[in-house]
């Protein structure tokens, strides 16, 4: 039973079209982040919601938006998507809550791997 | 500057080698650093956590934090090649945004 799971795997579309990836994860964290992989494998934080609110917000162009319908979920959407989005974006959780003593540990799912073309 | 600073390598090495992985960084209030393994087209998974300076040991793996010249190190002994994996070290304050932040990770391939 997969504890963080994102879909798709696999995007690939041509500039300017509109995009989403959705991630579950089924192990009662509060937190949930989306981060950006490059080609370099360099890490980024974008966002991070607890318990549907946004807590953390990088500076990302705000073509990229995201959503918590709820703690277990956590979706993005990039509209006219670029060239230069072309990464691996990767949800995780964590079971900090917000103003708890949050440690880091971060729970990723396999990452959606996005091409634009 | 960067906040964290990690060779990105490749680093490769035989089979039963010892491995030391080195990160350096800025921020003095990073209390929690964390060492990922990340095998291809997988996502990264916690190996090691430590809390403030000293010394950790799992296995064949030893973390090291040394606060005073903010600097982390991961030690593997008897490397295999199961280690073969990009090794990511991270930090983070452990209070409030809950962020964390990761270095450029190395690569390190070890070979049979």
């Known amino acids: 039973d997969t504890a963080v799971s994102q879909t798709p795997k696999y995007l690939v579309t041509q500039m300017g079209n509109d995009k989403s990836i959705k991630c579950e994860q089924n192990l009662g964290h509060d937190t949930m982040y989306w981060y950006k992989q490059d080609s370099k494998k360099f890490l980024k934080i974008m966002f991070s919601?607890?318990?549907?609110?946004?807590?953390i917000n990088e500076t990302v162009p705000n073509r990229f938006s995201p959503k918590s319908p709820d703690k277990a979920h956590l979706n993005l959407h990039i509209n006219s998507l670029e060239l230069g989005d072309s990464a691996v974006y990767f949800c995780?959780?964590?079971?900090?809550?917000?103003?708890?003593?949050?440690?880091?540990?971060?729970?990723f799912g396999e990452g959606s791997r996005l091409t634009v073309l | 500057q960067k906040e964290v600073e990690q060779d990105p390598g490749p680093l490769s090495v035989p089979e039963g080698a010892i491995v030391s992985l080195n990160c350096t960084y800025s921020n003095s209030a990073f209390q929690y650093f964390m060492w990922y393994r990340q095998y291809s087209r997988k996502g990264p998974e916690l190996l090691m956590y430590?809390?403030?300076?000293g010394n950790k040991e799992d296995g064949r793996f030893t973390a090291q934090v040394d606060k005073s010249s903010k600097y982390i190190s991961l030690f593997i002994r008897d490397s295999q090649p199961s280690d073969s994996a990009t090794y990511l070290c991270a930090m983070s304050m452990g209070t409030g945004g809950f962020k964390t932040i990761f270095g450029a990770g190395t690569r390190l391939f070890v070979k049979a």
């Open positions: 919601y607890n318990n549907k609110e946004l807590i």
């Open positions: 430590t809390y403030s300076s």
């Open positions: 995780a959780s964590s079971g900090g809550g917000r103003g708890g003593t949050g440690t880091g540990e971060l729970f």
